[in-house]
């Protein structure tokens, strides 16, 4: 059984204009020890979806279930809850400042998150461990810095502050959403380096949420994509950058800089994400996808499997076979579209190669 067990996740949200759609069935599986990278445009529900396990979406209907260390944090009461919330599953934030409180010392915070969960530790014991995991997250002369305000830590620091405020009570899994997007690009890659090492050290299982595949490749072991509240496909990450099935998933590949599966070109994807009052019949790629076949325009393809192991997953009509980034895949593909499309997709296809962005990366 794993750490985690996250299925067939729903979460909507009524509104004026109707009701959006969020997270629409997702499944994932998160092992103790092991990282799992999601990976998505904005909106496509990696926040919420995370929120809802720690009972964070106000306002949202949930349905699903999502078992923790056995215990179904579906439904749990907001008492249960705030047992599991930082003691049992830690949340690193894209920004710090929404966690730490900008009036009260860095060190004196962490301090009080220990005190509050194990009121056993004195003040004292407290402050100490403060000191110790401050170092530990590589603040300079941390029994000095500890007496710091948030806004005396350069936003590096305090994303350290934040990593070492989610390790005080060593959960056994910690939430990232967007840790380092904030940061510059050498920062990120010291941050990165230390969640990773922290992890092994502390044996922590860890969602990385991100819509940079570059930290995925740094620090996942498996990867989920999301597409408009759903998994478009679910891998290891070896799989995920080297035998991509989902036209998604190859597109963000693609669209990475310099990215050899663009052929060292950059290859944005065509279009815009979806609304999600308003999705689109069938798969709800369509609308973008190069590969738009007949079918996907109404039946909603749903994630199967796709290699022998089981594990590699995708949403999409196309044949198992047709995963990777080698000519042979490609071939299959244009194969698979010759036979599966007439009119309407084909109108769709022309339609995304002619947007500016295809410049024939578009079968018409
Ligand atoms: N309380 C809410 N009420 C209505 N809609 C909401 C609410 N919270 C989130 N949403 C919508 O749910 C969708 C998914 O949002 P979410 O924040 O999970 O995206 P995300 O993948 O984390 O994006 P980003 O990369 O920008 O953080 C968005 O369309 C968002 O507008
Ligand atoms: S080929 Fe069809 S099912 Fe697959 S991603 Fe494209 S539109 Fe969706
Ligand atoms: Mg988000």
Redesign the pocket.
């Known amino acids: 059984m794993s750490l985690l067990e996250v299925r067939d996740l729903r979460?909507s949200?009524p509104?004026a204009d109707g009701v959006?759609r969020?997270?629409r069935g997702v499944s994932f599986d998160v092992d103790a020890g092991r990282t799992i990278g999601i990976v998505?445009?904005?909106?496509?529900?990696?926040?919420?979806?995370?929120?809802t396990l720690l009972g964070l979406?106000?306002?949202?209907q949930v349905s699903g279930q999502a078992v923790f260390d056995g215990t179904d944090l579906i439904g749990l009461g907001e008492e249960q809850l705030r047992r599991v919330r930082g003691a049992q599953i830690a949340v690193i934030f894209?920004d710090p400042l929404t966690s730490l409180h900008p009036l009260y010392k860095v060190g004196w915070q962490i301090a009080e998150m220990i005190r509050a969960h194990d009121k056993s530790v004195s003040k004292k014991q407290a402050a100490q461990r403060a000191v110790e995991l401050l170092g530990r997250v590589g603040i300079p002369q941390p029994a000095q810095r500890v007496k710091d305000y948030p806004h005396q830590f350069s936003g590096g620091m305090r994303q350290r502050a934040m990593i070492a405020m989610a390790l005080s009570l060593e959960p056994k899994l910690i939430i990232a959403?967007?840790p380092t997007t904030a940061l510059d690009a050498t920062v990120q890659a010291q941050i990165l380096d230390l969640l990773l090492r922290l992890q092994q050290d502390f044996g922590t299982a860890m969602i990385m949420?991100t819509?940079d595949l570059g930290v995925v490749a740094d620090i996942a072991d498996d990867v989920l994509v999301?597409y408009a509240?759903r998994a478009a496909e679910v891998a290891s990450k070896r799989d995920i950058f080297y035998k991509p099935h989902h036209p998604y998933t190859k597109g963000l590949l693609e669209s990475i800089p310099n990215s050899s599966a663009a052929g060292g070109r950059l290859r944005p994807i065509t279009g815009q994400p979806p609304s999600?009052i308003n999705l689109p019949s069938g798969c709800a790629f369509h609308p973008r996808c190069a590969y738009v076949m007949d079918k996907c325009l109404t039946d909603e393809p749903s994630l199967t499997p796709v290699a022998q192991d089981g594990f590699h997953r995708s949403a999409c009509w196309l044949p198992a076979s047709a995963a990777g980034l080698s000519a042979e895949a490609e071939d299959q593909r244009r194969r698979t579209v010759g036979e599966g499309r007439s009119v309407a997709a084909a109108k769709i296809a022309e339609a995304i190669a002619k947007s500016p962005e295809a410049e024939g990366s578009v079968i018409a």
């Open positions: 979460v949200f509104t959006v969020a997270v998505g445009e904005s909106g496509s529900g990696k926040t919420v979806l995370t929120q979406t106000a306002g949202g894209q959403d967007e949420i819509h999301m509240g999600l």
